[in-house]
């Protein structure tokens, strides 16, 4: 079956520092979407790509940043991580518009 | 503020019973809503979708109803069963041509014995 996975699983960084989170993705779709996920705030889009070298900033893109090399993958980073991104991230992929995303299971990140 | 939100925070309801689960949005130009189930630990599941030019859908033992007048999106589940205890969210695609889904704050769904 496909799947989405997420790497790693949790996470404990200091502030400062540089921290990637990985995304795979055996769907073999071209849109996917990275979400961070906070009590009060449900899911919030940080940022989207519609295919290999497509990036685009989401509703809380500062801090972050995404490249995709290929089509199964979407890194994201955060340059110098904050203890306001502390945060559970889930990682979604869509075959195209109107259509649903899949989600992975999420890397629970915490910044101290 | 979020375009997206829910009427109550918390649903508890017997087992067996129906379940109705709501959803308000703002945005009159969003063309495309979907119903997600979470569990803990785990990643937002689809449940249902429906597009702006429809007004019901159903899918196995859930409903999803679109009144677009009111800006109003529902989530009806059947006989509810101890496995439906979730956590419930609506989205809704603005369009404008970005993709991405702008949530809700979500319901958290509790089934009592």
């Known amino acids: 079956d496909a799947e989405i996975t997420q790497s790693p699983r949790h996470k404990i960084t200091e502030t400062g520092r540089q921290v990637t989170l990985a995304c795979h993705q055996t769907?073999?779709?071209?849109?996917m979407f990275w979400y961070r996920q906070d009590l009060g705030h449900g899911l919030r889009l940080i940022h989207y790509?519609?295919?290999?070298?497509?990036?685009n900033k989401g509703e809380v893109s500062d801090g972050y940043s995404v490249s995709r090399s290929n089509t199964e993958d979407l890194p994201l980073t955060l340059e110098s991580a904050a203890s306001s991104q502390t945060s559970v991230y889930f990682c979604?992929?869509?075959?195209?518009?109107?259509?649903?995303?899949?989600f992975g299971d999420g890397t629970r990140l915490s910044i101290l | 503020g979020e375009s997206v939100g829910l009427h109550l925070p918390t649903l508890s309801v017997q087992e067996g019973d129906n379940s109705i689960i709501n959803c308000a949005y703002s945005?009159?130009?969003?063309?495309?809503f979907i119903w997600y189930k979470q569990e803990s630990g785990k990643g937002p599941q689809f449940i249902i979708d429906?597009?702006?030019?429809?007004d019901k859908r159903q899918g196995q033992r859930v409903t999803v109803l679109l009144n677009k007048t009111v800006k109003h999106l529902s989530l009806q589940i059947a006989a509810t069963q101890p496995g439906d205890s979730a956590v419930y969210f609506c989205?809704?695609?603005?369009?404008?041509?970005?993709?991405?889904?702008?949530f809700g704050k979500g319901t958290h769904l509790i089934i009592q014995p």
């Open positions: 979604a992929t869509s075959h195209g518009r109107n259509q649903p995303q899949h």
């Open positions: 769907w073999n779709h071209n849109n």
């Open positions: 790509s519609y295919g290999v070298h497509d990036t």
């Open positions: 945005n009159s130009a969003s063309d495309y």
């Open positions: 429906i597009r702006s030019n429809m």
């Open positions: 989205a809704e695609n603005i369009g404008g041509g970005a993709d991405g889904l702008t």
